[in-house]
């Protein structure tokens, strides 16, 4: 459980709370919609209005959410103990202990698999930080700008330098002439 739990969470940077709200009706074939969280043996809404939100079904979380659906069947919500739904991610804090330990990565809270999938987004330079925010639920890509810029590969270099950087609207460079 503990894996499909870091799985979903390492490839959706979704909150603790709302992995652990997760229902079965919330998993789609292209998307997983996040409705409610769930903390303390609280059952909430997510943390902010835009924290109601759909997020891709990335191919690399489809294997962990299949076998928590399987692990799960019996029970409304996607984490459950004996039929019970999972009310804190305190749950896992000791086995995450543990696995750090074993990994030999020093101690970091279970929550910080957030940051890492934030991270990960911002390094591979194909989303906009735009829909970084909307994946994550915050309503400004500032949030991310703030939190995360000195994270993010300077690939500043890496760039293709074939483009044209003055054209028309309609593709036509606008070529100078130097005498």
């Known amino acids: 459980m503990l894996m499909n739990y870091l799985g979903i969470a390492f490839y959706t940077g979704m909150r603790s709370g709302e992995i652990l709200g997760l229902m079965h009706g919330d998993i789609l074939s292209d998307k997983i919609s996040i409705k409610r969280s769930i903390s303390r043996g609280n ?12 997020i891709p079904m990335f191919e690399s979380v489809k294997p962990f959410l299949r076998e928590q659906i399987k692990q799960s069947s019996k029970s409304l919500y996607l984490f459950n103990q004996n039929g ?28 910080n698999t957030r940051h890492t999938f934030i991270t990960a987004m911002l390094n591979r330079g194909k989303f906009r ?32 330098t074939n483009l044209e950087i003055f054209s028309d609207s309609f593709g036509d460079s606008l070529k100078f002439k130097i005498d």
């Not at 991610?89 to 101690?107: A, D, G, H, Q, T």
């Not at 735009?130 to 994270?151: E, L, W």
């Open 129 to 160: 930080i735009m829909d970084i925010a909307a994946i994550v639920g915050h309503t400004s890509p500032q949030m991310i700008m703030t939190r995360y810029a000195g994270f993010i590969k300077e690939n500043h270099l890496k760039i293709d």
């Open 43 to 54: 059952i909430t809404s997510p943390k902010t209005i835009g924290s109601i939100r759909d």
């Open 84 to 111: 019970t739904n999972i009310d804190d991610v305190s749950f896992f804090r000791y086995r995450w202990r543990e696995l750090l330990k074993i990994c030999n990565i020093p101690y970091r809270t279970i929550y």
